[in-house]
């Protein structure tokens, strides 16, 4: 492994502050009146209920259909889905078995002015019933309206998830496909379908209420459950087409019964205050960090720079693996309290390369010594907030999200749905912050120090809180 150089401190300075102002700035284009956005900014980030408000709002059966309790549960769990691929994490549903009703409380988008509940509804999609039909053949209603009249293969509830694909195709070219997995409830029933359709020009269309979404031909039976739709996609189709099956796998149409407004319980102002008191502690901390361990110090301030802005950036979805997140009051205390394990970490080192040096130790060995010593505290000290973080993430997160799966979400049944939104943005944010603090203030930093070390001017060994020698 080639050994830390002067220009590593450059480098990594080069990059926190290219991260920093990205993650912060966001990277966007005006072409006339059109916006593209690359990279969220600050600006992009979805305020929660307890700072800006929101919409409650109330779905039911459509055309009187009554839905047996595990419909409603369905009904319930795809709503909570959808509300998560759209980013929105601070949100509360839940369902009321007796009056058939499913009651969901999220925040307004980013950059609302008129703050009308019906329009806001709208951003959730039309809660349509997902089919999937043998053939594209429709006939008129009693209204004269087309609407499909091929056989149905199997509906929303019988799909299990779709995603857009990157997949080579048969010459060997790569492709944007849907996959989809289904259900034990609609294996053997697309199994059949597939069977009999395969190899003819019947298609399976794909329908949300009386409009179809895709018609892709059957090429191969298909019996395990695992199918892929396959056409000239891009990756925003394919996407869209994914997102469309995902959030229109109901059990039965839904419709909207009543929405209104829901007022903030601590408004911006209480957020600009939160902010302004933590940039004042942020200073406090950096004088703190500079004055009592000097260089080491210095570098620390930086680290804590990138840590931060690394939770916005995780905020904001800047990071293309992982969706964003709505901010919350209870999002910014974990910001914080992981802001305060990044300071942890960086005052062990200093201690540590204080003790190294005062043993008569070389500079060099000394925090060679110290970072490699300190390492194993800061990780038992962040690995407990780890642990926690992914704890509330599975228990107040959607269904299928990946820590809910791993913990067995009905263990946590006790403490109820009213707090789902708000106690996953505390784990999220917890859990980005720690994730960072380990990138920066544990690698960036032993790189920063190891660097500024080779520098002639930064060999004094008082500047790392040592005795001259």
Not at 148 to 172: C, Q
Not at 213 to 227: E, H, Q
Request: aromatic share 10%; with cysteine; hydrophobic share 45%.
């Amino acid at each position: 492994m080639k050994k830390t150089g002067k220009k590593t401190f450059f480098i990594v300075v080069a990059f926190i502050a290219v991260f920093a102002v990205t993650s912060v700035m966001g990277i966007d284009k005006l072409f006339g009146d059109t916006r593209t956005t690359y990279v969220k900014g600050v600006d992009d980030i979805r305020l929660g209920i307890d700072i800006k408000g929101g919409v409650d709002v109330t779905f039911g059966p459509a055309d009187d259909f009554d839905a047996d309790k595990d419909q409603l549960a369905s009904a319930t769990e795809v709503i909570k889905t959808r509300l998560s691929s759209l980013g929105i994490t601070d949100n509360e549903v839940y369902s009321d078995e007796k009056s058939d009703r499913i009651i969901v409380r999220f925040p307004w988008k980013v950059g609302e002015t008129n703050f009308d509940p019906e329009s806001a509804v709208k951003e959730l999609g039309e809660m349509a019933e997902l089919t999937f039909r043998k053939g594209t053949d429709t006939e008129k209603d009693e209204d004269g309206n087309d609407i499909p009249s091929g056989e149905i293969v199997i509906k929303g509830d019988d799909i299990a998830s779709a995603k857009s694909a990157y997949i080579p195709d048969d010459n060997g070219d790569p492709q944007y496909v849907v996959s989809l997995e289904l259900n034990d409830s609609g294996k053997d029933k697309f199994a059949e379908a597939t069977t009999e359709l395969a190899g003819s020009s019947t298609p399976i269309s794909i329908w949300m209420d009386n409009t179809m979404i895709s018609a892709p031909t059957v090429n191969t039976a298909i019996t395990d459950g695992k199918a892929q739709i396959t056409g000239n996609f891009d990756l925003e189709s394919s996407t869209k087409l994914a997102n469309q099956i995902n959030s229109g796998a109901l059990p039965f149409k839904m419709e909207t019964k009543s929405f209104k407004t829901i007022s903030p319980t601590m408004g911006e102002g209480s957020l600009d205050a939160i902010l302004l008191a933590a940039l004042i502690a942020f200073i406090g901390i950096a004088v703190y960090m500079v004055f009592l361990y000097r260089l080491p110090g210095f570098v620390a301030v930086i680290a804590l720079c990138g840590q931060i802005a690394g939770s916005i950036a995780a905020i904001t979805g800047w990071f293309g693996f992982m969706n964003g997140s709505t901010l919350t009051i209870p999002g910014i205390a974990g910001i914080i309290l992981a802001v305060g394990m990044g300071v942890d970490a960086n005052i062990i080192t200093g201690e540590r390369i204080k003790e190294e040096l005062r043993t008569g130790k070389s500079l060099d060995a000394a925090i060679k010594i110290a970072y490699k010593r300190a390492f194993s505290a800061i990780l038992d000290g962040n690995i407990t907030n780890v642990i926690i973080a992914v704890i509330l993430m599975g228990a107040f997160g959607v269904p299928d999200s990946f820590f809910s799966k791993i913990l067995n979400k009905t263990i946590f049944f006790a403490f109820g749905a009213t707090a789902e939104g708000v106690v996953y943005s505390f784990g999220f944010t917890l859990l980005a912050g720690v994730v960072c603090n380990f990138i920066f203030g544990v690698f960036a930093s032993r790189l920063m120090v190891t660097s500024l070390s080779k520098f002639k001017c930064f060999k004094n060994r008082k500047l790392y809180g040592g005795d001259e020698k």
